[in-house]
């Protein structure tokens, strides 16, 4: 892949077949997480009657999906009062439905602006926007399922089983960092 690069109001690079293969796969995945976790949204009369979506009150199990989809208030367990835990949960039944729906959607537009085969990709500004959004979810995900620290090697031994995918962890950072560049102009 060469450097992201602007050209006029856009951003381009070229993917080579392999490359394209790893964005759309990585990419997919994460959709397909965020949209099983859709699924689980309660069902409720009053949801179908007013069109507000509520989710599920209860953070995920998964701790890739726990880190895309962080708590939206933070219980300190020193000083919670009685009340706090529902506080929480209602924040996340109201508000997770619209960070999957951004998440998800984000993920639809790099799928639908990345060539299946490779090739040259031209981002209008939003489309740079979602790539960046999209590649920092897929960075999450896998630097969770990775568990990446911040003193962890560049390079692992090659017997350790994390070795080949951290450096599709890297390859992807400087993925977003060039993109990151081509935006800032």
């Known amino acids: 892949m060469n450097r992201w690069h ?24 994460i959709q397909d997480m965020l949209l099983a ?17 509520t989710g599920p009150s209860t953070p ?11 708590d939206f208030h933070r ?10 835990e529902d506080s ?10 619209a960070l999957l729906d951004a998440k998800t959607g984000v993920a639809a537009v790099v799928l639908d602006t990345c060539p299946p085969e490779g090739g040259d990709v031209r981002l209008g500004p939003a489309e740079a926007e979602a790539w960046l959004s999209a590649l920092n979810d897929v960075r999450l995900a896998l630097g969770t399922a990775l568990d990446v620290q911040e003193d962890m ?21 400087w993925v977003q960092e060039t993109l990151v560049e081509a935006v800032m102009g």
């Open 60 to 70: 995920p199990d998964d701790l890739i999906l726990g880190r895309l989809l962080p």
């Open 6 to 29: 602007r050209s006029g109001e856009q951003v381009v690079c070229h993917l080579d077949r392999q490359e394209a293969a790893v964005v759309r796969g990585l990419v997919s995945q």
């Open 75 to 84: 219980l300190d367990l020193d000083e919670h009062e009685a009340g706090d």
């Open 88 to 97: 929480a949960a209602a924040l996340r039944s109201l508000h997770e439905p």
């Open 153 to 173: 090697p560049d390079e692992l031994p090659e017997d350790d089983p994390r070795s080949p995918h951290l450096g599709v962890y890297h390859w992807l950072t």
């Open 37 to 53: 976790r859709a699924e689980e949204a309660p069902q409720d009369e009053l949801s179908e009657l007013t069109g507000i979506r």
